[in-house]
Every structure is written in structure tokens, then in C-alpha cells.
């Protein structure tokens, strides 16, 4: 997550949010899909540069995306 005052933060937080709400619905139990999004965003934590905080958000919407069109019981 970028550091307090970085333009991508309130982003990257709401990414995280909506992610971890798609993750208790997971159909696949044994994927662990919640304590993976919290090692990854905890991983990137530390990134400051804008393009990177980019490049690395794009990808968790693009797992938002994907986690959204599967099938859900």
C-alpha cells in the first residue's frame, strides 16, 4: 500500500477491501484467497513510485475482475 499522502492510496485501499470481500466468497476453499491478498499487498507495501503502485494495482483489478466472473454458488 503506498505510504499517507500518496495519491494511490485511497485506490490501492479500496482495492483491497473489495478483493477481500470477493475472497470470502472464493469457490475453491482450498486456494487460500485471503491470506494470499494479504501477502501481496504486504509484499508492496513499501512502493512509493507511482509507476510501479500503478503497474502493480492494474494487476489487482485485473484479479478483481477475473475472481468477479467466476461462477459463485
Known amino acids: 500500500m503506498p ?3 500518496h495519491p ?3 485506490r490501492a485501499i479500496g482495492l483491497y477491501k473489495e478483493l477481500h470481500r470477493l475472497g470470502r466468497e472464493y469457490p475453491d476453499p482450498d486456494y487460500h484467497f485471503i491470506p494470499k491478498l494479504q501477502a501481496a499487498f504486504r509484499q508492496n507495501a513499501h ?3 507511482h509507476e510501479q503502485v500503478e503497474s502493480k494495482l492494474k ?3 485485473f ?3 477475473e475472481t468477479e466472473s467466476k ?3
Open 3 to 5: 505510504p499517507l499522502g
Open 71 to 73: 461462477d459463485i454458488p
Open 63 to 65: 484479479v478483481r475482475k
Open 47 to 49: 512502493l512509493t513510485d
Open 8 to 10: 494511490l492510496r485511497a
Open 59 to 61: 494487476l489487482a483489478e
